[in-house]
């Protein structure tokens, strides 16, 4: 530790005082306590400050060499080891060697799932992949000078298939379950909105049992006329996503999305009818729909995709549900010009919609979670275009 001697004259105003502070003046080393001024003669009097300066930053340890430098490379899947994820986040946290600080390095995929960290400490360190709700984690070692690759075989970087905890209600039109099983996440408990209502809704107004989980699937087709406390359950999707759960929300299931966040998206028709005027989406129908979203856009690696509205055989005049516009914190991932039905009973050409909201995100404020809405959804025959759209939604939740 350096320590400076300071020397003040008798000589100059305001050095009588022995304790007083030092001053302002140029600091010397002093070979011999007796010096001699001009015109004065020799002075005996000499005041002398041995002090620390305040600002002064202890020297690094001249002992610690930090290791050797590498990089890890790889690309992001999805659990089923097949789909590149764009978007994830990986994270390398290491504790540095000389000064014991916990540090990290953060990097963002690309559309091809691939990620670089370079500049990473040797040494085995913990890597974490998240994505949405989904995450997942291992060791890698990182060696001076090389390159580790984690994009084949044992050393692929997938996210886990058990670590989100899932729930899925079914309903009599969506299947989103089976997109669910087709990307490796097959641990889920899946609820029955069709024949058992009541345990449904006890399940969905019930905070406590909600919370237990991380991502709740509403299916298109869930019995909303039978529920006996809609508004418990209304209550609790607004709490379960205001805490961090996140929504999905397709097609018929419409009225839960707008009862719960009615700020997000305004559906066609009298919102006050439960479905009749919403679903007014001619079928059969395709849609050209514009990729709004530049992750989106990225993923899928074109401008557009063609969304087919089947007619259904059973209910020929239950069609899709239409939302025509979205409120601005709404996140817009697809639009496409809508042609609407004459009226709810019949499905000859009526109106249309222009850039109608096909596929939405929405965070609301003050709030950790998101909730989704998708007019279209899993289905037979699903193109393979739409079904890697879907892949996409899941992964945003």
Not at 116 to 121: G, N, Q, T
Not at 166 to 192: I, K
Not at 356 to 365: D, G, K, N, Q, R
Request: hydrophobic content about 45%.
């Amino acid at each position: 530790m350096r320590r400076l001697l300071l020397l003040c004259m008798l000589l100059a105003p305001g050095c009588d005082d022995a304790e007083g502070e030092p001053p302002d003046a140029d600091v010397r080393s002093i070979a011999d306590a007796r010096v001699s001024a001009p015109d004065a003669g020799p002075v005996d009097a000499l005041v002398l400050w041995d002090f620390q300066p305040p600002d002064a930053a202890p020297p690094p340890d001249a002992g610690c060499v930090p290791p050797g430098a590498g990089a890890v490379v790889g690309q992001v899947c999805a659990p089923n080891g097949r789909l590149w994820l764009v978007g994830a986040s990986v994270t390398v946290e290491w504790t540095d060697a000389c000064t014991g600080e916990s540090r990290a390095a953060t990097a963002v995929t690309d559309e091809s799932g691939a990620f670089r960290l370079e500049d990473l400490p040797a040494g085995a360190h913990l890597l974490r992949i998240e994505r949405g709700s989904f995450r997942g984690e291992r060791v890698v070692t990182v060696r001076a000078g090389a390159e580790i690759d984690l994009s084949a075989g044992d050393r692929k970087t997938c996210l886990s298939a058990d670590a989100t905890r899932l729930a899925v209600v079914g309903g009599r039109y969506d299947r989103v379950q089976e997109l669910l099983v087709d990307l490796g996440l097959s641990e889920f408990d899946l609820f029955d909105g069709v024949d058992d209502v009541a345990g449904t809704e006890a399940f969905l107004a019930d905070a406590e049992r909600l919370a237990q989980y991380d991502v709740l699937f509403l299916n298109c087709g869930i019995r909303k006329d039978a529920f006996t406390r809609y508004d418990d359950v209304v209550a609790g999707l607004r709490r379960f996503v205001a805490d961090g759960g996140s929504v999905y929300v397709s097609d018929y299931g419409f009225f839960f999305f707008e009862d719960a966040f009615p700020e997000a998206l305004d559906f066609h028709g009298d919102d006050a009818e439960w479905q009749g005027e919403a679903r007014m989406g001619a079928a059969p129908q395709r849609v050209h729909a514009r990729i709004v979203s530049d992750e989106l856009r990225a993923f899928m690696q074109a401008e557009a995709v063609d969304v087919d509205f089947p007619e259904d055989e059973q209910v020929r005049t239950a069609h899709w549900v239409v939302a025509e516009s979205a409120g601005p914190a709404v996140t817009v991932l697809l639009e496409g010009d809508v042609q609407l039905c004459v009226g709810p009973r019949s499905c000859a050409p009526g109106g249309r919609v222009e850039r109608a909201p096909l596929l939405v995100s929405y965070e609301p404020e003050g709030a950790s979670g998101v909730v989704v809405f998708t007019s279209f959804h899993q289905e037979a025959n699903l193109s393979a275009e739409i079904e890697r759209v879907l892949f996409y939604l899941v992964f945003m939740l």
